[in-house]
């Protein structure tokens, strides 16, 4: 009799342990989840030029797919409505954590876009545009 109620015992308490762990990794999971959504731009943007509506459904609790929207405007009052799209191969923490790398540097790329001039030439503005060369 001791002994199966030292069984059941030790199975109470392993069962406690995984339930414990699991927790900790949800707990874990939300937080990812919480930046993930604080790096995406409003669902519902206006401004006196733009207007747009933004949907995001990750596949899984944590993945690499991130987008932005944003109106830069440069040193000469111009305003240019920008979008970065970006879709790291595979899902998880992994996939989440170098989403959040590319998110650090559009907005670096972003704020030092708004320093300049916008480019009178057309070559010049393809390039600056459309390359994003990420150069800090």
Do not use: N
Not at 3 to 16: N, P
Not at 89 to 99: A, E, F, N, R, W
Not at 110 to 134: M, N, W, Y
């Amino acid at each position: 009799g001791l002994l199966e109620v030292g069984s059941i015992a030790k199975r109470m308490l392993t069962f406690g342990h995984e339930m414990a762990e699991k927790a900790v990794i949800e707990k874990e999971l939300q937080v990812g989840r919480d930046v993930q959504a604080r790096m995406l731009p409003d669902k519902r943007y206006q401004t006196e030029y733009w207007k747009w509506r933004a949907i995001y459904h990750s596949a899984e609790a944590l993945a690499g797919d991130w987008f932005d929207i944003r109106e830069v405007e440069f040193k000469d009052g111009r305003k240019l409505l920008a979008v970065c799209l970006a879709d790291v191969t595979g899902h998880g923490v992994g996939s989440s954590l170098s989403t959040s790398v590319i998110c650090s540097h559009w907005s670096l790329w972003c704020a030092q876009l708004g320093q300049q001039d916008f480019p009178a030439d057309k070559e010049e503005r393809e390039k600056i545009l459309v390359t994003a060369s990420f150069k800090f």
